[in-house]
């Protein structure tokens, strides 16, 4: 059975957690990171080779070919789904626990 919340006016919703980004879709613009309080997503960078590295990585600075956003802190999302809503490239599976 899903887990069960409710808003401030007492109506009853059913949270909605980030369980994966899509890298292939992501475009890496940081809208979700934006809205985001809780420090789940973090950008990172994808090298010539396709390797998922720091953007402040120095050896890798010169190699990086585009930004994606990945999962940091996947306990800390809370369902709210404000980051699902301000992608515009669909990139976020969101569902509700079991």
């Known amino acids: 059975m899903p887990m069960v919340a409710y ?3 007492g109506a009853e919703y059913t949270p909605e957690f980030l369980m994966s ?3 292939t ?3 890496g613009c940081g809208r979700c990171y934006k809205v985001c309080g809780r420090d ?3 950008l990172k960078g ?3 080779e396709g390797m998922v590295v720091d953007l402040d990585d120095e050896e890798y600075e010169d190699d990086i070919e585009r930004r ?3 999962m940091a ?3 800390n999302c809370i369902g709210c789904g404000a980051c699902n809503r301000v992608c515009p490239s669909d990139c976020q599976t969101h569902a509700p626990l079991d």
């Open 46 to 48: 994808i090298t010539d």
């Open 68 to 70: 994606v956003m990945v």
């Open 21 to 23: 980004i899509d890298g």
């Open 40 to 42: 789940v997503m973090t």
């Open 73 to 75: 802190n996947a306990d």
């Open 25 to 27: 879709k992501c475009i």
């Open 7 to 9: 808003n401030r006016g």
